[in-house]
């Protein structure tokens, strides 16, 4: 046990360590000088009637007397003996024993023999040994040191002589304190003093370093047993010890392999999960670890090049993970998320390029092309003695995302090629969690993109509302979803509000999404009112689904969302809206009293649940008035109910004072997490109504001379809006759409002007027939109407009316008078 280690294994030893085997001490004729409450336990004989009696004649059943006695023969022979044999217990039946018979020496080159039994007839599958059986077992070297009661050492084996490298002249009369100064000799006759004083079994683990390991440190199981005379008196104790190496680190590489798979790849961020790689292996396995990927990997993008086609510089790094095993050290060489510049000739640059890992067990921390690159750094390192390093590279589908580097400081042991082993192992299960949140973040970026290339970039002024939005996406484990808004501009100066979620996330989502949002601006140019812009959606949707399942090459997906559709007219102030499946809108009056609007809710799109009509209701807002439409990531949580989320919502609404922007900002900020498991959407609008000087209107009879009325009723008001340069097209316009009014209309007439970002010219009847231009022939004397609308308008069209419908034309207001 030379140099041994001046820190205990601080790990207990667990109960199946404590061994099941037992021993007997025998003189050089093989009569029993010892006994131990083990043996006792084993085979049923006390002490007082097996000591002094030769072993070949107690234990062996009668009938095997005599071969035991040939037996004991060839041990003398050759200076030991191990097999098979039976053994008669003290009440009759035979137990099938390992034994073993150890050859132990003396003072003056006097011999006992150890014998060491363990019961083989108690192996099973599920049997867990302690290191003792087996090394019985396995017929393994066992070291045995014989101690009197002052723990003087009087008898050893040629296995610990050789292990130690120490002559046994030298053992005897000694204590280990003696031979091996050093805390863990003292622990250990500790131990042996605990069984001299309890006569039971103790097991005990320690660490040295034998001089056949050329410096390597060695892990001991030691068992010790309490040696007793025929009067059950305390003789001594005996050591038996075996090399338990090899399987303590296999315990350890299993014990760290288990919690790579609980600690590693936590989340979808790879900067994380490069931290938990580096935190798992410290001090595990390293004093200080190092994560470095590539620059572009926690961006969601692959390294450009693969194993072995690389060349030139190496890619830039960023330290994802840092861990180390005294952090409250100042001026450590490394920090987290710096940029890391790699030497082309390093042993780094030569592990991105192959692939293949780095052992250095004695690190040259003064010479290299690391250290001429950056002598600060190198002194820094050399100022933390790290004396030893592995460089692993982090791999994933023939790409290389990084480097694991890991040091060793405080620890003395230089790394091993075992350990290299176990790094390799940690770092593929952190490669295999880092490629699947790089194809994550791939993909979520991809949505992500996608939707927000396909909401509104921003939204333009109008006359009747003033509004403000915003979209957080969801976070890394739910991914994007399918929310969308829009502000669409209908004719009148009316203004569509629109907020939907799509169900799922994803690039599906995302995508699914744009075809929804493009679906409802059509439907929107139709002119349709909420409640039937919503049945033609759902239609939509129930085709997208249809189609869907129709496909061959793809699973069906069944495509399922929410809206609120929202429809306000600057002109009467009233707001017309419906939904379907979605969560109602907040209505805040200019007082800052917040009501969310009693309306039925309707079936989500696409569910195949729409027996029931949409309903639409109509509200009058006064001026100013808030809208707030939102999806259902604002206000449902998985700890909250909905109603909690729309108090909260409701609590931030009220706070008056607040640009839009900054309301929208505030909202935000109320939200339980920052990032959270659904994306969440805010649409804000505050109404503006149009002044009754900018709205003009008359009553024209159902006759040809209410043509001529209108001509001069419009050109008159043009004249005191300041409008006169549009005068001239204003009256063809005029005069083409009342003539079609009294040709295909009936009941009263009403022409209409509205000034606000543009002219609109209104004309509405009691026909619910919409026009439909035609492309006359040159010899057609009718049907050129519509079309000279066409060429004199911005843009034109009709929509439904309570009592019939409306057919109206834009003009811009800087626009030039036309020449005809």
Not at 343 to 367: K, M
Not at 761 to 782: A, Q
Request: proline letters at 6%.
């Amino acid at each position: 046990m030379p140099n041994t280690d001046h820190t205990p294994l601080a790990e207990p030893v667990s109960p199946r360590e404590i061994p099941d085997a037992a021993i007997a001490m025998l003189d050089a004729e093989g009569t029993v000088v010892g006994w131990t409450h083990a043996a006792r336990q084993l085979v049923g004989y006390t002490a007082r009637e097996v000591v002094g009696r030769p072993a070949a004649q107690v234990l062996p059943p009668p009938e095997d007397v005599l071969r035991a006695a040939s037996h004991a023969e060839q041990c003398r022979a050759r200076g030991g003996w191990s097999g098979t044999v039976a053994v008669r217990h003290r009440i009759g039946h035979t137990l099938n024993m390992t034994l073993r018979l150890s050859l132990l020496w003396g003072q003056d080159a006097s011999t006992q023999w150890l014998v060491s039994v363990t019961d083989i007839g108690t192996l099973s599958s599920e049997a867990t040994n302690g290191p003792v059986r087996e090394s019985l077992l396995a017929r393994a070297p066992i070291g045995i040191v014989v101690h009197d009661l002052q723990l003087r050492c009087t008898s050893v084996d040629d296995v610990m002589e050789h292990r130690v490298g120490v002559s046994r002249d030298r053992w005897f009369g000694r204590h280990l304190k003696d031979l091996f100064p050093g805390f863990e000799a003292e622990a250990l006759e500790a131990v042996m003093r605990q069984v001299l004083e309890s006569g039971t079994t103790k097991v005990h683990e320690y660490r040295a370093w034998p001089p056949a390991s050329r410096g390597r440190a060695h892990v001991f199981s030691a068992s010790f047993f309490c040696l007793q005379d025929a009067d059950g008196e305390t003789l001594g104790v005996c050591s038996l010890s075996v090399d338990v190496t090899g399987n303590r680190r296999a315990r350890e590489r299993l014990a760290i392999l288990s919690e790579a798979s609980t600690r590693i790849g936590s989340t979808l961020d790879v900067m994380q999960t490069g931290q938990e790689l580096a935190t798992l292996a410290v001090p595990l396995l390293a004093d200080h670890a190092l994560v470095d990927l590539v620059e572009s990997v926690p961006f969601g993008v692959e390294p450009s090049g693969r194993i072995g086609t690389t060349s030139g510089r190496p890619p830039l790094l960023r330290r994802a993970g840092l861990a180390t095993i005294d952090p409250d050290v100042p001026e450590l060489p490394w920090v987290r998320e710096e940029v890391i510049h790699v030497h082309p000739a390093s042993s780094f640059a030569n592990a991105l390029r192959t692939g293949g890992a780095h052992l250095e067990p004695v690190l040259d921390t003064h010479a290299g092309p690391w250290v001429d690159h950056d002598p600060a750094r190198a002194q820094k390192v050399r100022d933390t003695g790290v004396h030893s390093l592995m460089v692993v590279p982090i791999r994933a589908r023939r790409y290389v995302l990084g480097l694991a580097l890991f040091f060793r400081s405080e620890e003395q042991t230089p790394f091993q090629e075992d350990d290299l082993l176990l790094a390799e192992e940690l770092v593929t299960r952190a490669a295999l969690c880092l490629d699947n949140a790089l194809q994550y973040a791939r993909e979520r970026n991809a949505a992500l993109t996608l939707q927000r290339d396909l909401l509104p970039h921003h939204v333009r002024r109008h006359a009747a509302v003033e509004v403000a939005s915003r979209y957080v996406p969801a976070d890394m484990d739910h991914g994007v979803g399918g929310d969308w808004f829009d502000v669409i501009k209908l004719s009148g100066a009316r203004v569509a509000l629109v907020v939907g979620d799509v169900v799922g996330h994803g690039i599906n989502a995302a995508a699914t999404m744009g075809r929804l949002r493009t679906a409802v601006r059509t439907l929107a140019d139709m002119e349709l009112p909420p409640h039937e812009l919503l049945t033609h959606l759902d239609d939509t949707v129930r085709r997208l689904n249809e189609e869907d399942a129709d496909a061959p090459d793809q699973d069906p997906a069944v495509v399922g969302a929410t809206c609120l559709y929202a429809v306000y007219d600057p002109v009467t102030r009233r707001c017309t809206m419906a939904r379907a499946g979605h969560p109602p809108a907040a209505i805040i009056d200019p007082q800052g009293h917040v009501t969310f609007p009693d309306m039925p809710a309707g079936a989500p799109l696409g569910l195949g649940l729409g027996l029931v009509p949409f309903e639409s209701v109509e509200l009058e807002l006064p001026e100013g008035t808030l809208l707030a439409l939102y999806t259902d990531g604002l206000v449902e949580t998985r700890d909250d109910d909905i109603d909690v989320g729309l108090d909260r919502l409701g609590a931030a609404l009220a706070r008056t004072g607040s640009s839009l922007e900054d309301l929208c900002s505030q909202v935000i900020e109320t939200l339980p997490s920052q990032a959270p498991a659904d994306d969440v959407t805010l649409l804000l609008a505050r109404t503006h109504g149009l002044e009754p000087a900018q709205v003009a209107s008359w009553e024209l009879p159902n006759e040809p001379a209410a043509v001529r009325i209108a001509r001069q009723a419009a050109v008159h008001q043009l004249s005191e809006w300041g409008l006169g340069y549009l005068a001239t097209s204003v009256k063809l316009i005029v005069s083409e759409l009342v003539t079609n009014a009294i040709r295909y209309g009936g009941g009263p007439i009403r022409l209409q002007l509205i000034q606000h970002q543009v002219l609109t010219c209104e004309v509405s009847d009691s026909n619910t027939s919409h026009p439909r231009p035609r492309h006359p022939h040159s010899i057609d004397e009718n049907g050129r109407g519509l079309f000279l609308v066409a060429q004199l308008s911005r843009r034109w069209g009709s929509r439904s009316a309570t009592d019939g419908k409306v057919v109206w034309a834009e003009q811009d207001l800087r626009s030039k008078a036309v020449a005809v």
